[in-house]
């Protein structure tokens, strides 16, 4: 089992910044590829960001690229994602996700699930 754990979302201005954190425990962080998945209201949840086991391959759905950048820090059991320019279409629900064996993209290749932080950016 592996548990993920996001803290960091909250309210904001758009045009502004936050930065997100998934804390792991429970198995070898750096046995999991990561990805951050977002849900807004009355819609389903989507891709959002992933990244490699190691760290070196990175992975954007285009409405975000240019602004949100994932990273992990495998010392620390922990993945983050830095995002900036925030937009009012980024309100959402984020949600942190850990694969064994895929770097995550859809949610069928996610084995473990955070419970979600919510990040609400005001026009």
């Known amino acids: 089992q592996v548990q993920l754990v996001e803290s960091g979302g909250g309210l904001v201005q758009a045009g502004g910044s936050l930065r997100l954190s998934c804390a792991a425990s429970?198995?070898?962080?750096?046995?999991?590829?990561m990805g951050w998945f977002r849900q807004a209201p009355g819609k389903e949840r989507e891709f959002v960001a992933a990244?490699?086991?190691?760290?070196?391959?990175?992975y954007y759905t285009d409405s975000v690229k240019g602004r949100f950048t994932i990273s992990r820090d495998n010392a620390k059991n922990t993945v983050y994602l830095q995002m900036n320019n925030l937009k009012p279409e980024d309100t959402a629900v984020y949600y942190c996700a850990a694969a064994r064996h895929i770097t995550p993209r859809r949610e069928r290749e996610v084995d473990y699930w955070g419970q979600g932080t919510q990040v609400t950016v005001s026009s």
């Open positions: 429970g198995r070898t962080f750096s046995d999991y590829a």
């Open positions: 990244i490699s086991w190691g760290g070196q391959y990175t």
